[in-house]
């Protein structure tokens, strides 16, 4: 099966599959903002969800799908011109059903597939450091086999972490905690930002293997700056220790609280930021030119938003 090509006045039309999700809901509206036919693959009864709703009410097309069937897959994805995945899960999501996904681009004759890696640059990463971003170089050689253009979306830590699970900034003791080198620079990307940037690589046909951005690429000492900036307060900062000591942290969590069926257990977490401290899945070069009309929201930003509420 292939799709017929599109007339050059016919608005793109996008599948994204994971739109009821954080990033993929951002990444649908960012789409229909710059007129493009989005088709949201979604699993079967999901259309009383509020973002389903929001989406059809903005113009995009709901299509109910069977995660496990190529053929359902297939049938999806006709007619469209890039898939993008913002799926999250463990190895029966980030491979299985990716794997499935892009079968079935190949198979309707989608000329070009976005997966859902938008983090660190994990294909710089041994295995066994971070057992989320092993699934995605697992994804990667499948997704290598397919006669299809891909790109990877390189994104770093996502910065609206900073104010949530990612306990770096302590605001309570006005500390930054860290482990390891205070100097060592680190990629953040807000979630929006991600989203605006992976919907303009969807409408651009022209994109390499890998886009790396980074809203605000800052040491901790830069954070700090941020952080006393943001809240008007000056942070000190709290070195919690040496890497290898964060590694047999991680061990230890990992045994006493494993939580093997949970996407982000708090050793994942732990595994991404030994990953970032140890400089290795540091992105560069940053492509965060390409697409002039996106304004990157710096820390200080996001750290002043969380004081306001
Ligand atoms: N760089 C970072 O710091 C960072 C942080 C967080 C996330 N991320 C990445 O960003 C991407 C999107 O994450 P998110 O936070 O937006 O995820 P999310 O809000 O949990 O959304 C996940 C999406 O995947 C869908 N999904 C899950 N399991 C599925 C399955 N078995 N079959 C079909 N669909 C399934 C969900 O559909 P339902 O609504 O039907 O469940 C939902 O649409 C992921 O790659 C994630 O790892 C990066």
Redesign the pocket.
């Given at each position: 099966m292939t799709s017929s090509p599109r007339s050059a006045s016919a608005p793109a039309t996008i599948a994204v599959?994971?739109?009821?999700?954080?990033?993929?809901?951002?990444i649908a509206k960012e789409l229909l903002q710059r007129g493009a036919t989005v088709r949201a693959l979604?699993?079967p009864d999901?259309s009383s969800?509020p973002?389903i709703i929001s989406l059809r009410q903005q113009g995009a097309t709901i299509t109910e799908v069977n995660?496990d069937s190529i053929i359902s897959l297939t049938a999806a994805c006709t007619g469209a011109d890039c898939v993008v995945?913002?799926?999250?899960?463990l190895r029966?999501?980030?491979v299985?059903?990716q794997t499935r996904l892009v079968k079935a681009a190949v198979a309707a004759g989608v000329p070009r597939f976005i997966p859902?890696?938008?983090?660190?640059d994990f294909t710089k990463l041994p295995n066994g450091t971070n057992r989320?971003l092993d699934l995605?170089r697992e994804f990667q050689e499948r997704l290598d086999q397919q006669p299809i253009q891909a790109t990877s979306i390189l994104?770093?830590?996502?910065m609206d972490?900073l104010t949530g699970q990612?306990p770096l900034v302590l605001f309570g003791p006005k500390r930054i905690l860290y482990w390891g080198d205070a100097d060592q620079p680190l990629d953040f990307?807000t979630?929006a930002d991600?989203a605006a940037f992976t919907a303009a690589a969807a409408l651009d046909p022209t994109t390499p293997r890998y886009l790396r951005v980074a809203g605000e690429v800052a040491s901790i000492r830069g954070v700090q700056a941020a952080a006393s900036a943001a809240t008007g307060e000056q942070f000190g900062l709290l070195r919690a220790g040496g890497l290898g000591l964060l590694a047999a942290m991680i061990k230890v969590t990992r045994t006493l609280v494993p939580a093997r069926n949970e996407?982000?257990p708090p050793w994942q977490g732990m595994q991404?930021m030994h990953n970032m401290f140890t400089g290795r899945p540091k992105l560069e070069p940053l492509d965060n030119d390409r697409y002039p009309e996106i304004r990157w929201t710096p820390i200080r930003e996001v750290l002043a938003k969380r004081e306001q509420k």
């Open positions: 599959a994971g739109a009821t999700g954080d990033l993929g809901f951002r979604v699993r999901s969800k973002e995660f995945s913002a799926l999250s899960g029966e999501v980030i299985g059903a859902s890696d938008f983090s660190i989320n995605r994104n770093g830590m996502f972490l990612a990307t979630i991600t996407v982000f991404y």
